[in-house]
């Protein structure tokens, strides 16, 4: 069992830039892979980012490519994810995953744990 909470929302202007953190419980963190889904109003949730157990395969959704960048710290069970040059269309609530399975890495139903989100706005 992984319980997430992220931390790090908020309001930021067109061109800013934030760092949304992800805390994980359990002894276990490092053998998941990480991922980050958005979920904007009146839409479906998409992929963002993940990073792989070890941090060696990276992949971005081409949306956010060049202006986000995720990393983790598997000492700290923690996962990030710098945005920078935020559009006003980023604007969405941010959720990190979790997940065991070697398939689906871009899918929702390739993660089996999930925090509970936290708003980023972006004014225009």
């Known amino acids: 069992q992984v319980q997430l909470v992220e931390s790090g929302g908020g309001l930021v202007q067109a061109g800013g830039s934030l760092r949304l953190s992800c805390a994980a419980s359990?002894?276990?963190?490092?053998?998941?892979?990480m991922a980050w889904f958005r979920q904007a109003p009146g839409k479906e949730r998409e992929f963002v980012a993940y990073?792989?157990?070890?941090?060696?395969?990276?992949s971005y959704a081409d949306s956010v490519k060049g202006r986000f960048t995720i990393s983790r710290d598997n000492a700290k069970n923690t996962v990030y994810l710098q945005m920078n040059s935020l559009k006003p269309e980023g604007r969405a609530v941010y959720y990190c995953a979790a997940g065991a399975r070697a398939y689906r890495v871009i899918s929702m139903m390739g993660y089996d744990y999930w925090g509970q989100g936290t708003q980023v706005t972006v004014s225009s």
């Open positions: 359990g002894r276990t963190f490092a053998s998941y892979r």
């Open positions: 990073i792989t157990s070890s941090g060696v395969l990276i």
